[in-house]
């Protein structure tokens, strides 16, 4: 049998499927089990990938979005193209953001799969970030950094780290000099490293087994139905164009307005594409919030495919169906060295996926979402000290939530921001008591903070630690002080974002958005996380939900009238006929 | 050695195994009985008197126990008719079962709920208090609002509390006088105290096993009185007993009492069951797997010992809760006879995980359903003898199957209906192989050392094409595989699991301290065998320790060598089995590097059943039935050999291809296969070449 030729039907391509998403989540198992630091086993920030010999994305298990769908592909061909001859026992440490990595905290290994005559075959890739990766401040997202000198990271944009599976020690010693807490990062890379080589040994089986043409031409196949999907999506979608904006608050370096990103999305039913224009943006800024070509391409895809049928399969073939316009030398585009993309995983990319999903919803009712709450404030910043003689670095996740209401649910309490949909998990306050030397004194969802909608936001959350018997820097990056999360199809913004120095006599002093902050032992970090926007008119609310808010204590009595136009009498049992009334006065309003 | 009965209620059947005084089997089945299952029960028990020819009474007389597995418990989770429970927890922290710990499947489908908390913020309840991590008092108890929070609760109608603070587990003071003033102000009410219910680091996964514990207290508690009360007038007057979440036995007061500790008892039988058949030292491992109509659970038996986690979800993952408790590892998907088959706009081909489930259940059953499904699929290629379904007691319509996959899987396919049916079973075949792989491979457990026992009444359909696909060594289906969990529950051990926290690394090991800790939970197992345990045959402890590398954040689960540690070789060995495991289930060790221990386990098993499990009546019928036409695995239909498993004898060989049928199952012998019975009555299947 031709094997080039071969026209697999829906069973084997289903068959095949199923063992390639079973090796993508093999690797993610092995790196969530054997990481060391918080940030990796804890709250699970981290990625594993398969791609074709032509750079194309296959598998992804369950991925952080901004982290995969854009930029392994870009990250494997710098590989190919940096190393001409690749042989089995390479590994390669990435981390460039002019490469095709997020931003340098996000060290991946990347792995190619050569059959036993010596033909690259796939890629695995695992991507893991970094509890320190050598900034010049203890913190992986250096928001007010002028440029990659300034972060102080190395960048390593594809490097030979291992060689017939032996680690190049020279490259170990590098980073053991310059990341903090050494150990940990050891720790790190051994469990990513791992994670890839099980991707490869698991490969090199299946190719065994089915044949490597056979894979190939499965590949192929595979893109071809999954681009079928998209394009039926797609036609099914009304044709328009939607302008939608979003802007960042000011930080460092920023114009004191702050920085507003336009995104236009355009859907294009007769020709099954959507397109999304990303040109119109400021040029890059003298601080970290530029985004890398990964980010600023992944961020309004992982957008398109929130507001769509979820069950369209992520890779090559439905990429096909999608083209984000860039520009060099923007920051929502592609950045030029030496820009620093320190936190181009979060801010920015955020404002970016936010307005692409939030102009979706603009173009017909249940397409879409509202927009996701602002990262990254102080509770899921990096702390870091001195405790006893014993330094300590990590990142914690305190308390952060702020899902955007969609067509048909609230928003995903625990969703953290539009790029990490809610993947990462939060900390155990005993985890976090035990691991560092911090005391939790409260973390609580926030009344009142919800973007009010038909289905509203997530509730921000309110969180205060402070240090036990030492100092403790805490860096952060919180966006969403001034510029919430809107809503959209006229729904309302969710609760800003707001830090805070709790000082020993109980009194609050405001402290900056962008900052590493020190807080003395007898003072307390205050940190209050933004609430998501809301989808539909709020006052179109099911009056269920509205009274089960109130009586749970998400939201008052004032707010659910003025806002829901929902009337509950003394036993919080609902009016119907106040309600009503209430709620023409509100539709007549809107008109 | 009296009668001893296992009853476990399913949907929809009351499953009894009876061990006759000579140590045979009898199986009997009745209807499930939802709004009274403990009348399910006891008709069950009256069918069995009724065969052996006996009055209820003189026949239940004869009793010496009955083990009972009921889903009754998270039936009323999932119906909601638990008790209005209240969750008092810490001041400051109010939000703990509603943030859980994060999490997500599926990143881009926003179609699913976020889960609403076990308990109402509505009845959550901030107690001023705190206790630090190393145990001291960081603020007190505030006593007198405590007890105004109590008298509030008598006034809201509150029927259970569970409470847990944070570092209750280092120091439970705090807790202890909040359960002494709930008796004070609210006697009777029931309540749950984390620190004694689940004792284990990681305050949300304590939180959620107490409210889920509290809140069962009162119908569990009723529904235990009832089943013993009942049984006593019906004549029984042995000891009654019930499966637990751990895969052992307890007594009906004692579960009345920790009813969190039933939840997941359903599948939990199973590979107690594949342990007791299949001989120890056959191999390291057992993968059981368990076929219903909707979902198929896979767990294991490691070198002697069936694998815990602690991350048992009431419902999807993520999208639920966890129950927080240690449970027999069980991985579930949604793939069964069920499984509906289907081939979307793309052109792709699913099978599952939505399901036809019971009722209207497969085409073939001709109760209204309309979509092919895996046994549809399985009766088109002759798997299943639609003259012989259950024994002969329903026909099946092999028309309606075959037509159901001709218009919704060969047509859009642009295939035959044979090769579409195969197209079904090989998918459905490769979704539980991966989620073989996902407990095993996956964990660093190779299935090529394994013995697959398949368990349920659709195992036999495509177990040997599991088997080959993980190239296990060979498969192995019990005599009484549609009742693994009823056949496991009568060889189940009376068990109770003990743990406490404390900490300590291996390059400075405080050995007082581990074995103070270890002598208490030794003290606690030798109180359980002494009351509890009192007449049993043999009684041993397992032990174990969770820890990890220095910095890690999960724990494995280390089986330790003794119960006691004497000197510095004891802890070296301790560190060289931890990275030995950890390279054995992530593929990396870090040797040299400490460890750092978190928790202490005590399990102590108690065994009061017989040693090893009984068999079923002989069968003096013939073993040959009539051939048929079955189309096996890549082959064309051909006239295949059909045997009767009860009737084949010990001794005999099945060639593949054939069929091999009980009333309960059907048993595919693919072409290279070759099948015996050992002297357990297990059809043990050679799988042929492996690679």
Redesign the interface.
Same mark, same amino acid.
């Given at each position: 049998m031709n094997t080039q030729t071969e026209i697999m039907d829906g069973s084997a391509l289903a068959l095949l499927t199923a063992r390639m998403e079973g090796i993508a989540r093999k690797m993610a198992n092995t790196l969530h089990r054997t990481g060391r630091s918080g940030i990796l086993t804890i709250a699970r920030d981290f990625s594993c990938v398969i791609l074709t010999a032509k750079h194309e994305l296959l598998a992804t298990a369950e991925s952080l979005p901004i982290h995969v769908l854009r930029g392994p592909d870009i990250m494997a061909r710098t590989m190919a193209e940096n190393h001409k001859v690749l042989r089995r026992g390479d590994a390669f440490l990435h981390n460039s953001p002019y490469h095709g990595c997020t931003h340098p905290a996000d060290h991946s290994i990347l792995i190619p799969v050569i059959d036993d005559e010596g033909v690259h075959r796939f890629t695995v890739l695992a991507k893991a970030h970094q509890a320190d990766c050598g900034n010049a401040l203890p913190t992986t997202y250096m928001g007010a950094a002028k440029d990659v000198y300034a972060e102080g990271a190395l960048i390593f944009p594809a490097v030979k780290v291992q060689e017939n599976y032996d680690h190049v020690m020279d490259i170990i010693r590098m980073c053991q000099m310059r990341i903090r807490v050494p150990d940990q990062w050891w720790g790190d890379y051994l469990a990513t490293v791992g994670a890839a080589r099980v991707g490869e040994r698991e490969l090199l089986a299946l190719g065994a087994e089915i044949g490597w043409d056979r894979l190939e031409n499965y590949t192929q196949q595979w893109f071809d139905y999954s681009e079928r999907r998209m394009m039926d999506v797609i036609r099914a979608m009304p044709k328009g164009r939607v302008t939608r904006k979003s802007t960042h608050d000011p930080f460092p370096a920023t114009p004191a307005e702050g920085v507003t990103i336009t995104a236009t999305v355009d859907v294009k039913p007769d020709e099954a594409m959507i397109e999304v224009d990303m040109t119109d943006n400021p040029d890059s800024m003298e601080n970290g919030l530029n985004l890398s070509e990964a980010c600023a391409l992944s961020a309004p895809m992982l957008a398109i495919f929130n507001s769509i049928d979820h069950t369209v399969p992520k890779n090559e073939g439905s990429f096909r169906r999608i083209r984000v316009h860039l520009r060099d030398g923007c920051i929502a585009g592609r950045p030029r060295h030496p820009t620093s993309c320190s936190a181009a995983t979060t801010n920015i990319a955020d404002r970016v996926a936010n307005p692409v999903q939030a102009a979706l919803a603009e173009l017909a009712e249940g397409l879409g979402q509202a927009e996701t709450g602002a990262l990254l404030p102080p509770s899921c910043g990096v702390v870091s000290g001195v405790h006893h003689g014993k330094p300590f670095v990590n990142e914690v996740y305190l308390g952060c939530t702020g899902g955007a209401g969609s067509p048909t649910q609230d928003g995903w309490l625990t969703i953290l921001h539009a790029g990490n949909a809610g993947m990462c998990y939060q900390d155990s306050i005993e985890v976090d008591e035990l691991r560092h030397p911090i005391f939790v004194h409260q973390r609580r969802l926030m009344p009142n903070t919800e973007g009010p909608g038909r289905f509203r936001g997530a509730l921000g959350a309110y969180s205060e630690f402070a240090p036990v018997d030492c100092d403790m820097t805490v860096a952060y990056i919180s966006d969403g002080n001034i510029n919430p999360a809107q809503g959209t199809r006229g729904g309302m913004a969710g609760g800003c974002s707001a830090q805070y120095r709790k000082r020993p006599d109980g009194t609050l002093e405001p402290l900056p958005a962008c900052a590493e902050v020190l807080i003395k032992a007898d003072e307390r970090m205050v940190s209050i996380s933004a609430g998501g926007g809301g989808y539909g008119p709020p006052h179109e609310r099911d009056a269920a939900r509205v009274l089960h808010d109130i009586r749970e204590g998400w939201i008052s009595l004032a707010r659910a009238e003025e806002i829901y136009g929902v009337v509950v009498n003394a036993e919080l049992e609902l009016d119907y006929v106040a309600t009503q009334q209430k709620r023409d006065v509100l539709q007549k309003a809107v008109k | 050695m009296g009668l001893r009965f296992a009853v476990d209620t399913g949907g929809t059947f009351t499953d009894l195994m009876v061990s006759d005084d000579d140590g045979s089997l009898s199986m009997h089945k009745a209807s499930t009985t939802p709004k009274d299952p403990v009348a399910g029960v006891i008709n069950s028990l009256t069918l069995a008197a009724a065969a052996s020819g006996q009055s209820l009474n003189a026949y239940l007389s004869r009793g010496e126990l009955l083990v009972h597995g009921t889903t009754h418990a998270i039936n009323a989770i999932v119906t909601g008719s638990t008790a209005r429970t209240a969750f008092l927890t810490t001041g !400051?922290?109010?939000?703990t079962l509603? +943030?859980? /710990? !994060? %999490?997500?499947? &599926?990143?881009?489908?926003?179609?699913? =709920? $976020?889960p609403e908390p076990y308990v109402?913020? &509505?009845l959550t309840f901030e107690i001023p208090e705190r206790i =630090?991590?190393d145990g001291s008092i #960081?603020t007190a108890l505030d006593e007198a609002e405590t007890i105004r929070v109590l008298e509030n609760l008598k006034a809201r109608g509150v029927e259970a509390i569970g409470v847990c603070f944070?570092?209750s587990v280092i120091n439970p003071v705090h807790e202890q006088r909040v359960g002494e003033l709930i008796e004070r102000i609210l006697p009777g009410i029931p309540y749950t105290l984390s620190h004694r219910i689940n004792p284990s680091?990681? /305050? $949300?996964r304590r939180a959620i096993s107490t409210v889920i514990d509290a809140s069962l207290k009162p119908i569990m508690g009723a529904y235990m009185r009832g089943l013993e009360d009942r049984l006593r007038v019906a004549g029984f007057l042995g000891r009654v007993l019930v499966i637990t979440s751990q895969g052992g036995v307890m007594d009906a007061k004692d579960a009345a009492e920790a009813p969190v500790n039933l939840i997941n008892s359903g599948p939990s039988m199973a590979p107690v069951a594949a342990q007791a058949y299949v001989a120890e030292g056959r191999a390291d491992t057992l993968i059981v797997g368990d076929t219903g109509g909707t979902t198929f659970d896979v767990s294991l038996v490691r070198k002697g010992r069936i694998p815990r986690t602690r991350e048992t979800w009431l419902g999807q993952p993520f999208r639920s809760h966890m129950t927080g408790m240690p449970s027999v590892d069980v991985k579930s998907i949604g793939a069964g006879g069920g499984s509906i088959a289907y081939?979307? #706009? %793309? %052109?792709?081909?699913?099978v599952g995980p939505i399901s036809a489930g019971a009722m209207p259940g497969p085409v073939c059953y001709g109760r209204g359903g309309t979509r092919p499904t895996v046994t549809d699929a399985a009766l088109a290629l002759g798997f299943i003898d639609p003259e012989f379904f259950l024994g002969g007691k329903m026909t099946l319509d092999r028309e309606g199957a075959i037509a159901a996959i001709r218009k919704d899987v060969a047509e859009?396919? !642009? +295939?035959s209906v044979e090769k579409a049916a195969e197209? +079904?079973m090989?998918?459905a075949t &490769?979704?539980m192989v *991966?989620a073989i792989?996902?407990i095993t491979?996956? *964990?660093g457990i190779d299935p090529s050392d394994a013995i697959f026992v398949a368990g349920g009444g659709a195992a036999g359909l495509n177990c040997v094409a599991i088997g080959r696909r993980l190239n296990c060594r060979s498969v192995v289906v019990t005599e009484a595989a549609a009742a693994l969990a009823a056949s496991g529950a009568l060889i189940s051990d009376l068990s109770a699991h003990y743990q406490a926290m404390f900490?300590t690394r291996s390059d400075a090991f405080d050995t007082h301290g581990v074995n103070y800790v270890l002598d208490g939970l030794a003290a606690r197992c030798d109180l359980f065998s002494r009351t509890a345990g009192i007449g049993a045959t043999a009684s041993r402890i397992e032990w174990s320790c969770e820890a990890r590398?220095i &910095? *890690? =954040?999960?724990e +494995?689960d280390i089986p330790l060598r003794g119960s006691r540690f004497a000197n510095a070789l004891d802890v070296k060995t301790l560190e060289d089995d931890f990275h030995r495991l950890?390279q054995d #289930?992530?593929?990396?060790a870090?040797p040299g =590097?400490p460890i750092e221990t978190v928790t202490w386990n005590a399990e102590i098993r108690c065994r009061i059943g017989s040693e090893r499990p009984g068999r079923l009546k002989p069968d003096t019928r013939s073993a040959s039935l009539p051939s048929r036409k079955v189309r096996f695995l890549g082959q064309d239909f051909i006239d295949a050999p059909v045997y009767r498993f009860e009737a084949i004898t010990e001794g005999m060989s099945i060639v593949g291809p054939a069929m091999v049928e009980s009333d309960f199952t059907s048993v595919v012998i693919d072409q290279g296969a070759k099948a015996h019975r050992d002297m357990m009555g297990n059809l043990v299947i050679d799988l042929g070449d492996r #690679?």
């Open positions: - | !400051g922290h109010p939000d509603v +943030i859980r /710990e !994060g %999490g997500r499947m &599926e990143p881009f489908n926003f179609t699913v =709920a $976020y109402p913020r &509505e =630090a991590v #960081k944070l570092w680091l990681r /305050e $949300y081939v979307d #706009k %793309g %052109g792709l081909l699913h859009p396919l !642009g +295939i197209a +079904i090989a998918l &490769e979704h *991966q792989m996902d491979v996956h *964990q900490h590398y &910095e *890690q =954040a999960w +494995i950890h #289930k992530f593929a990396v870090d =590097a #690679k």
